[in-house]
Nanobody, 117 residues
Framework: QVLIVESGGGSVQSGGSLKLSCTTS????????MSWYRQAPGKEREMVAE????????KYADSVKGRFTISRDNAKNTTYLQMNNLKPEDTAVYYC??????????WGQGTQVTVSS
């Protein structure tokens, strides 16, 4: 079983910033591409950002491009998501996991992000 702990969420006003962190017990963390996902009420989980195992390449959902930045520290088994210029539509529970994770993977509790207008 892989333990994943996300933190850093909170409530902010539109235009504000938050930085999420995710620490995992996943063995050989440094060989996995990692992603941040989010799930809003009544919606399916979606990938918002992805980073390759050495951090050389990143990609983002169009809805967050230019506002969110994913990074990682392999020495700490930690993935980060810097979120700037937050919008109400960014309100969701945010999760991190290996890239292309599915329901068969272990998932953490997530961290709630609420953006008010």
């Amino acid at each position: 079983q892989v333990l994943i702990v996300e933190s850093g969420g909170g409530s902010v006003q539109s235009g504000g910033s938050l930085k999420l962190s995710c620490t995992t017990s996943r063995f050989a963390f440094s060989i996995f591409d990692m992603s941040w996902y989010r799930q809003a009420p009544g919606k399916e989980r979606e990938m918002v950002a992805e980073i390759t195992h050495v951090g050389a390449t990143t990609k983002y959902a169009d809805s967050v491009k230019g506002r969110f930045t994913i990074s990682r520290d392999n020495a700490k088994n930690t993935t980060y998501l810097q979120m700037n210029n937050l919008k109400p539509e960014d309100t969701a529970v945010y999760y991190c996991n290996r890239a292309r994770a599915d329901d068969l993977d272990d998932w953490g509790q997530g961290t709630q992000v609420t953006v008010s207008s």
